[in-house]
């Protein structure tokens, strides 16, 4: 990513929130038999519909794929090979679907630089496209034709992010050089048909590239269930939320170029947390630069948690496919692999996570020398928060803030390291560009940094944690919850319980042998007293 770009993430003020879900996602109810769980019951419950069946109905699971991929210095032709291999190994997986990561063809940047890759995108609600059918009229547009090429030629569904230019000649608000860039998701079916077309609602700086110009619908129907797509910052508003709870929908294909926030907001901590508080799949594809904060790519189920995902900065390309069960069927095995992908081979990923360092802290560390492997993160903003330290190996700590009060219970086989309990109510600040409102509830290891006794987020742990019961009075609707362990690894989802009355949220961790926890939160996300979102 260019030195000179930043990145962040919200709503715009000119899109209006829209609930009702449009006509043509509407599915009728089946008594169809829905999925045995051995999870905790989700903070969301919806009723599931099956999705028209366009191919095998018979089959209870689909595989489906998310690109981790590694960015190429600029070179769209070379992000493009690397996107064709990926595909090779999706069709001998036998995966359904592929989702690209955000600015994984072309970097962020400013609008000079833009233009050289950006495509006139039709809206496939208005014309029927097939790119790589109709050679002629898209021989200039390389991109799309080479998206809808794969989709055709390997039989699967492609999500991928790329970018629109649209003439805006006569609109008000059309800028100075005529043309409106969009941030741009597009969907192509199994015959290379462009079947969505999705501009960015909240842009995260992103000043090369131009808002949506009005809500959109993103959803699409498959022979696996009924999605949606969003990219990137949308994921922190209520709209993909509202989206992912429609009960047609299925889950979200989403793809993200994320910066890495501890202690709540770390990529894998988000999409899982996500995917649990809403009950919908999501398929989170990820660029992996870790010197620009940008790590780790997943799939996600609304109530098993983590199906499979990488979180590794190493530099290595990968492509992570898992079976996803098909809402109102049985439980079966992810059968997850991770596939690492590089210009010359490709080889079964084992191990993930070796690489995790113990900091990545931009207020410790150097700036990264190596935008491939020195991990960097920015920590979230808690300035003000209310902290209370642990003391001793168990107990009971509480604290409020503005409100909000929150309590833990915890027993260890011994605090090796300084743990906080954390509290915050309030409109959070984000990059001093954005605000929004959350109520925050974290157990997290944390270190001092000059006059704030907590500061940093350390990613590894000597203190083993047997028992950890979080609570808070949220009054939030909506809230998302994190387990998180040494080394940046997930606590499988079977290993703690979330509860969500109306008048307490709650999350309950009990293990014997004991993890090495590094955070333990809930985040809640009061939407409807969020700020108006100013990109």
Not at 115 to 137: G, M
Request: charged residues 25%; contains cysteine.
């Amino acid at each position: 990513m260019p030195s000179n770009v930043e990145k962040e993430t919200k709503m715009p003020s000119n899109v209006e929130k829209e609930t009702k879900m449009p006509s043509n996602v509407e599915k009728e109810t089946k008594n169809a038999p829905q999925a045995k769980i051995a999870a905790q019951s989700p903070l969301v419950e919806k009723d599931k519909k099956d999705g028209p069946k366009q191919s095998d109905s018979s089959q209870t699971t689909h595989s489906r794929s998310v690109l981790h991929l590694t960015a190429l210095k600029q070179d769209h032709e070379v992000s493009i090979g690397f996107s064709h291999a990926a595909c090779d190994c999706c069709h001998s997986a036998g995966a359904d679907v592929i989702i690209f990561p955000e600015y994984g063809i072309f970097s962020p940047g400013d609008r000079p630089q833009l233009k050289n890759y950006l495509e006139t995108i039709p809206d496939p609600k208005k014309v029927q496209a097939n790119p790589c059918e109709e050679h002629e009229a898209y021989s200039q547009r390389p991109i799309l034709q080479t998206l809808s090429c794969m989709a055709r030629n390997n039989s699967m569904f492609v999500v991928a992010n790329t970018g629109d230019i649209q003439n805006c000649e006569g609109d008000p608000d059309c800028p100075s050089d005529g043309v409106f860039h969009f941030n741009t998701n597009v969907v192509f079916d199994r015959e290379g048909t462009l079947l969505v077309r999705y501009h960015k609602e909240h842009l995260f700086y992103e000043f090369g590239m131009d808002l949506a110009r009005e809500q959109q619908n993103t959803t699409f129907v498959t022979d696996f269930g009924t999605f949606a797509t969003y990219i990137c910052f949308d994921i922190d508003f209520e709209r993909m939320s509202q989206v992912a709870r429609w009960p047609a929908v299925d889950g979200v294909m989403f793809s993200t170029m994320w910066v890495e926030q501890p202690p709540q907001m770390k990529s894998i901590q988000v999409w899982e947390s996500w995917a649990l508080g809403n009950n919908a799949t999501l398929l989170a594809s990820n660029i992996q630069l870790p010197g620009a904060n940008a790590l780790g790519s997943g799939i996600f189920h609304g109530q098993k948690g983590a199906l499979a995902y990488t979180f590794d900065p190493d530099g290595i390309s990968k492509l992570v496919v898992a079976r996803v069960p098909k809402s109102t069927f049985h439980w079966v095995s992810p059968n997850a692999s991770i596939t690492a992908i590089t210009e010359t081979r490709t080889w079964d990923w084992e191990d993930d996570g070796k690489n995790v360092p113990l900091e990545c802290s931009t207020k410790l560390l150097n700036e990264s020398t190596d935008i491939y492997k020195d991990y960097r993160c920015i920590e979230e903003n808690v300035t003000k928060y209310t902290f209370k330290e642990l003391e001793g190996s168990s107990g009971h700590v509480e604290a409020c803030n503005n409100g909000l009060c929150c309590s833990l219970d915890y027993f260890t086989g011994g605090l090796n390291d300084r743990f906080f309990l954390g509290v915050f109510s309030g409109i959070y600040h984000h990059f001093r560009r954005y605000s929004w409102c959350e109520e925050d509830c974290i157990l997290a290891r944390c270190d001092a940094l000059g006059n704030a006794s907590c500061a940093t987020f350390p990613m590894m742990s000597q203190t083993v944690f047997k028992y950890v019961h979080l609570r808070a009075n949220f009054t939030s609707e909506m809230v998302y919850t994190t387990v998180l362990k040494n080394g940046m690894r997930l606590v499988p989802a079977s290993e703690f319980a979330i509860n969500h009355d109306l008048l307490e949220k709650s999350v309950r961790f009990e293990n014997e042998a004991g993890r090495k926890l590094i955070t333990v939160g809930i985040k809640g996300r009061c939407y409807d007293r969020d700020p108006p979102y100013h990109r």
